[in-house]
Every structure is written in structure tokens, then in C-alpha cells.
């Protein structure tokens, strides 16, 4: 399932989410959502940054990082944690 399929899919199925919910997905995810997965349409943009590596440093072992930097990593991540 690429990215946009899982927009529309939270899209469509956003009055099924508890309000908080809803107020992160359309204040916080939506308006941003092409900025965050930008780097899968345009090889031209790293995966990664610094910024980012400093902040999933702390946060995951170096094996599950270097899951995120795929579209199939990213997805997948997304998806479980959508469901919890």
C-alpha cells in the first residue's frame, strides 16, 4: 500500500478516530504529510539527516533505523502504528 493510499485512506476514515486523534491528524499530519515522505518520490532528498539520526538515536537500535529509510520500512512502521 504506497503513501497516498494511506492519506486517503485516513482520510476517509477519520470520524471513526477519537477527537484527539483527529485534531493531530488535521492539525499535525495531513497539511504535512508530503513534507515527510518527500524523499520517496525525489531520490534526489536523503532518506535521513542528521537531525533525524540525533533524534532516532536515542530511540531505536541501528537495525530498525535503517528499516525507516525504505518506502516498504516506512509503510510498514506506519501501518502498525496506526493500528495500535
Known sequence: MGVDKIVNKLKKDRNKFPQVIK?????KFLPH???????IDDFKINS?????????????????KK????EKGFLS???IK???
Open 23 to 27: 485534531d493531530i491528524l488535521d492539525k
Open 33 to 39: 504529510v508530503r513534507y515527510l515522505t518527500r524523499f
Open 48 to 64: 535521513t539527516s542528521n537531525i533525524i539520526e540525533r533524534i532516532f538515536e536515542d530511540l531505536a537500535p541501528k537495525h530498525v
Open 67 to 70: 528499516k525507516y529509510k525504505t
Open 77 to 79: 512502521r506506519f501501518n
Open 82 to 84: 496506526l493500528k495500535r
